[in-house]
């Protein structure tokens, strides 16, 4: 029987898409097409997501229970004890031609499209040019942790990570050494357990993002680089403790780091921060640097995290700290960051902890003054953005008004006092602000403010619904017959109060940012997309490592398909133009005298 005419497709990875052809038919005569040839889905292989609403009330309790569960049954569900049975060796890049390397960070990219891909466009290019000076693309590139928003599965990696990281890197480059990518995973990388994570990064000895080829086989690692530089890079598992397998594993890594070498570390949180507040959250990374680190008599140079979504730089006698958080997440504001930190902190109870230094903030970005002026926009972007929120209040407030109204009608003063609906929704007001400011435990110093800040938040809105009572009893809908004033609060009392109760929480954000409470959903709630940063790192022959933080000030939002690029080129490009400059000036870090541990 002949098969003639017979379609079959061809088996294709995951840089081309499936053609068909005949039985029979080689491929060696024609190249068929495979760059798309618009932004439709089923040409580029992913849907571009929006920016994530941080406040909508769905994700807010899916990610709120997701996080409680990984907080509570964290160690049930910890794959790290599971990795010891893969591969423990560490991957050596230290050889180069010219003897020198560059590479590229980038953390928290996995959020909405144009942000992702505009960073992801960047980092594919062969170069870029700042100042003047040509930066080439990295050889290796270090992704420093939650690449994927909110919660990590298989489909969120695709659309907000995979799918924009092959686009912007659909091949490697012909005649290149083809580039590689190192994952660590952050807290949303970690709400299920690893196991996206691993099957993404970690799986195939093949594996590979468009270009970027995957090494690693567990999700931490330890790399050699060239003139005595190494990367550790560590999975702290919410900052909690490391697991004894991951310390066997940098054990046996760190056989082979020497007096004379300098190491780079990767942390999944800028715990030296964070310690300010809470002091025992560097301890798992102090921990980590006296008993692998320490005993090699090696220098660790630069501590790098991401996590906060801004980029901070504090420098102390030998040693940098590093955030860069801008890789596509909304943006975080900087002016809450301390001018000093003691690190590790002396509050701390750990008894053999190293020796306290102090650093001094040196760079930000955004700079303080953008960041407050940032902030204002709360007003304007958190209802643009957070519809279902606003929804959310408009419901709350108008069943507190209904019950209230209807208390103030009670002639009996015992019954207008304790009328149970409202009393209910007074203590669900309350109860919810409170929580929403997330007051810490009673021994912490700072616990008070949190629950006056969120008390007071409360009362705003109970007054605000009292002042909504009133105004309601002044209109003639109240007296008609059940359920025509029902109907008429929800279709037209709703809307105009959940427009004013969405400011009331825009006002509280933003009060409350100035005491250090909720500054993080000051930021969240309002989604902004710009300013962007991320690191090109460059090892030089004589062992200098030059630090090139980048920032972008605005993202693009417009992309045309380029269906006639060559196979390596980005799939779409930004229809206005899309540049890097630095943030600060180049950080030159040369050798220093051994340190004291």
Same mark, same amino acid.
């Given at each position: 029987m002949s098969h003639l005419g017979t379609s079959v497709p061809f088996v294709t990875d995951d840089q081309t898409k499936p053609v068909i052809a005949p039985v029979g038919y080689s491929g060696a005569e024609h190249t068929m097409p495979t760059r798309p040839t618009s932004l439709d889905p089923q040409e580029l292989g992913f849907t571009r997501k929006q920016p994530i609403g941080w406040l909508a009330p769905l994700l807010l309790l899916s990610t709120g229970l997701r996080a409680l569960l990984a907080i509570l049954f964290g160690a049930y569900m910890d794959k790290r004890e599971l990795q010891n049975a893969l591969d423990d060796d560490y991957f050596d890049h230290s050889r180069t031609a010219d003897g020198e390397l560059w590479l590229d960070y980038v953390a928290d990219l996995g959020d909405g499209f144009d942000a992702t891909y505009s960073i992801a466009w960047l980092l594919a290019q062969p170069s870029l040019t700042v100042d003047g000076a040509a930066l080439p693309r990295g050889r290796l590139l270090l992704m420093g942790g939650d690449q994927v928003y909110p919660l990590a599965s298989g489909d969120g990696y695709e659309s907000r990570m995979k799918g924009p990281y092959r686009a912007a890197l659909p091949e490697a480059p012909a005649g290149e050494p083809r580039p590689t990518l190192f994952a660590l995973p952050g807290n949303h990388d970690w709400y299920d357990g690893l196991t996206a994570f691993l099957r993404l990064f970690a799986r195939r000895k093949d594996g590979h993002i468009g270009g970027w080829r995957t090494e690693q086989r567990r999700s931490y690692f330890a790399v050699k680089l060239p003139q005595n530089w190494w990367l550790f890079a560590v999975d702290e598992q919410f900052g909690a403790y490391i697991d004894d397998p991951q310390l066997l594993y940098f054990e046996k890594a760190a056989r082979e780091v020497g007096p004379d070498d300098r190491i780079i570390l990767m942390t999944p949180s800028p715990t030296w921060v964070k310690a300010k507040d809470d002091p025992e959250v560097y301890d798992a990374v102090d921990y980590f640097i006296r008993t692998i680190l320490a005993p090699t008599q090696a220098q660790v140079r630069v501590l790098v995290s991401g996590d906060l979504h801004h980029y901070a730089r504090y420098t102390g006698e030998d040693r940098e700290l590093i955030t860069c958080g801008g890789g596509g997440a909304y943006l975080l504001g900087t002016q809450n960051l301390p001018d000093t930190l003691t690190v590790p902190p002396k509050e701390t109870l750990t008894r053999s902890r190293s020796l306290s230094r102090k650093y001094q903030l040196a760079a930000r970005f955004p700079d303080a003054a953008a960041s407050r002026k940032l902030g204002w926009g709360v007003f304007h972007r958190v209802p643009r953005r957070n519809a279902g929120f606003a929804t959310m209040l408009g419901i709350i407030h108008t069943l507190t008004m209904l019950p209230m109204s209807s208390a103030v009608r009670q002639a009996d003063n015992i019954k207008r006092l304790f009328s149970i609906p409202l009393l209910l929704m007074v203590a669900l007001i309350l109860i919810g602000t409170v929580l929403f400011a997330k007051p810490p435990g009673a021994?912490?110093? =700072?616990?008070?403010?949190?629950?006056?800040?969120?008390?007071?938040?409360? /009362?705003?809105?109970?007054?605000?619904?009292?002042?909504?009572?009133?105004?309601?009893?002044?209109?003639?809908?109240?007296?008609?017959?059940?359920?025509?004033?029902?109907?008429?609060?929800?279709?037209?009392?709703?809307?105009?109060?959940?427009?004013?109760?969405?400011?009331?929480?825009?006002?509280?954000?933003?009060?409350?940012?100035?005491?250090?409470?909720?500054?993080?959903?000051?930021?969240?709630?309002?989604?902004?997309?710009?300013? =962007?940063?991320?690191?090109?790192?460059?090892?030089?022959?004589?062992?200098?490592?030059? /630090?090139?933080?980048?920032?972008?000030?605005?993202?693009?939002?417009?992309?045309?398909?380029?269906?006639?690029?060559?196979?390596?080129?980005?799939?779409?490009?930004?229809? =206005?133009?899309?540049?890097?400059?630095?943030?600060?000036?180049?950080?030159?870090?040369?050798?220093?005298p051994p340190q004291t541990w």
């Open positions: 021994a912490s110093a =700072k616990h008070a403010r949190h629950w006056i800040i969120g008390l007071s938040h409360g /009362i705003a809105h109970i007054a605000l619904a009292a002042a909504g009572a009133w105004v309601w009893l002044h209109l003639p809908f109240h007296d008609w017959q059940w359920p025509g004033s029902f109907v008429v609060a929800a279709v037209l009392y709703g809307p105009v109060i959940a427009a004013l109760a969405t400011q009331v929480v825009a006002l509280y954000l933003l009060v409350a940012a100035a005491f250090d409470v909720n500054h993080n959903e000051l930021y969240a709630g309002q989604g902004i997309e710009d300013a =962007k940063s991320f690191l090109r790192m460059h090892i030089a022959a004589d062992g200098t490592l030059t /630090i090139h933080p980048l920032g972008v000030d605005r993202i693009c939002h417009q992309w045309s398909a380029d269906p006639d690029g060559e196979a390596h080129a980005p799939w779409l490009r930004p229809e =206005k133009p899309l540049a890097a400059h630095r943030i600060e000036p180049p950080i030159t870090l040369v050798d220093r």
